[in-house]
């Protein structure tokens, strides 16, 4: 059984920081990219970036890449989001999800199992 | 980036009925090199993660009711639900992993009528 399990939910101020973690189990960790994305309320998908375990190789949005890091643990099979200098828009359940084959180069952003999502919830 | 756009952005569609989606995407997700499309399907029930449904536009992933299928090339895409259930309540989107960033359609809201 295949489980992406995620930390519980944050509540954070304006320009504080975060870290969201998912512990990995069921199949080869650094197997498989794992990607971050998140749902503000009411709203659609927003891909975030992705790790790839086995490499620790990465690779932002652009929208992010100046306050976003995204690492792996091999040793408890988990990897890790962070995302600095919040602001009241990053209000929302932030997801990560496994996709592709950590063996090539770039992932075939297929996201066939997704953690449960932690609400990260930004207000003063 | 590739811009997709869904529609209806809702819709009610009595049980047992058929339930159609379009999905369309401002460039082409054709790969010339493989000849396959790269588009997904996720459906995502009230307080619930995403669950993916159908990729290279048309296989659908294990353990998805056959009543789940998915058509479509190039620019143009549909999801079809051949026979509406109630636990397929749900916001569905569409996604594009051709270039990246990934990005997805706005979503279709499926209700009962």
């Known amino acids: 059984q295949f489980q992406l399990v995620q930390s519980g939910a944050e509540v954070k101020k304006p320009g504080a920081s975060v870290k969201v973690s998912c512990r990995t189990s069921g199949y080869p960790f650094i197997g498989f990219y794992i990607h971050w994305l998140r749902q503000a309320p009411g709203q659609g998908l927003e891909w975030m970036g992705w790790?790839?375990?086995?490499?620790?190789?990465?690779n932002y949005a652009q929208k992010f890449q100046a306050r976003v890091t995204m690492t792996r643990d091999t040793s408890i099979d988990t990897a890790n989001m962070g995302l600095s200098n919040l602001r009241s828009d990053d209000t929302a359940v932030y997801f990560c999800a496994r996709g592709g084959s950590a063996a090539i180069e770039e992932p075939t952003a297929v996201f066939d199992y997704w953690g449960q999502g932690a609400l990260v919830t930004v207000s003063s | 980036d590739i811009v997709m756009t869904q529609s209806p952005d809702s819709l009610a569609v009595s049980l047992g009925e058929r339930a159609t989606i379009s999905c369309k995407s401002s460039?082409?997700?054709?790969?010339?090199?493989?000849?396959?499309?790269?588009l997904a399907w996720y459906q995502q029930k009230p307080g619930h993660s995403p669950n993916l449904l159908i990729y290279w536009a048309s296989t659908r992933e294990s353990g998805v009711p056959d009543r789940f299928s998915g058509s479509g090339s190039g620019t143009d895409f549909t999801l079809t639900i051949s026979s509406l259930q109630a636990e397929d309540v749900a916001v569905y989107y569409c996604?594009?992993?051709?270039?990246?960033?990934?990005?997805f359609g706005q979503g279709t809201k499926v209700e009962i009528k």
């Open positions: 460039q082409s997700l054709l790969s010339s090199s493989n000849n396959r499309n790269y």
């Open positions: 996604q594009q992993y051709y270039t990246s960033p990934p990005t």
């Open positions: 790790v790839n375990p086995k490499s620790g190789a990465t």
